[in-house]
């Protein structure tokens, strides 16, 4: 995919699209935003992780909070954290400036709760790895999602499925952008964990004006 963009958009808004495009536009076109106890916890496990530090351990280098991006795909963000695994003979890595030898970028991305059944995360995750693809001119071939509730990861590999997924998404996510408009509400089970619901009101989704009008004109009407 060979297409220019004008602005560049934010990388975690993939995750936003996937999971519900109304939602991406409430909060990347309207500027929207709800706190909840769940967008708390998930924004506190990012944080713990996002703290900017590189540590060693081994053979491995740890980079925190490390910045994105991706002048093909039109993204800008940042990885949580990003492990660069020191490559060994025969294995393809990247050179890194001030280090010996060539390393293999493995991102890993912190969310809350648990593993999901949907690709949001997965999306989200992969176009961190083709961004890392395009700095480093390296092949990324997996990475993991921490999850907050099961203290575990789950490996992620970007098979061609997925990088299909992930640019595809990317299309649709600055067609949105670029519209300014946000699509209308669809009442969905996912919607009741959702930060924005208040504001969203997919309750009222597909509800008829004039029903809704006729309905407070006859309460009005009523003896009280």
């Keep these: 995919m060979d297409i220019s963009y004008n602005e560049p958009a934010p990388l975690s808004a993939l995750q936003h699209l996937v999971f519900c495009e109304r939602q991406c536009a409430l909060i990347h076109v309207e500027g929207l935003w709800v706190e909840n106890p769940l967008t708390a916890e ?4 990012h944080e713990a992780a996002d703290t900017g ?6 053979d491995v280098r740890i980079a925190r909070s490390l910045h994105l991006s991706s002048a093909r795909l039109g993204l800008v963000g940042r990885a949580d954290v990003v492990e660069l695994h020191r490559a060994h003979d025969g294995e393809e890595g990247a050179r890194l400036a001030g280090l010996r030898g060539r390393w293999r970028p493995f991102p890993v991305e912190y969310k809350r709760g648990r593993p999901k059944s949907h690709d949001a995360d997965r999306v989200q995750l992969c ?3 083709l961004c890392l693809e395009e700095m480093l001119e390296v092949s990324v071939t997996a990475g993991a999602l921490f999850y907050g509730k099961t203290r575990r990861r789950e490996d992620v590999r970007f098979d061609t499925d997925l990088r299909a997924a992930t640019e595809a998404a990317v299309v649709r996510l600055h067609e949105l952008l670029a519209s300014g408009a946000t699509p209308p509400a669809v009442l969905e089970p996912k919607c009741r964990r959702c930060s924005l619901k208040p504001l ?3 309750e009222a989704a597909g509800r008829s004006a004039v029903a809704y009008l006729e309905r407070a004109l006859q309460a009005a009407e009523e003896p009280g």
């Design 127 to 129: 176009a961190q790895a």
């Design 53 to 58: 530090k590189v540590e060693t351990r081994g």
């Design 200 to 202: 969203c009101r997919p």
């Design 42 to 45: 998930g924004r506190s496990l």
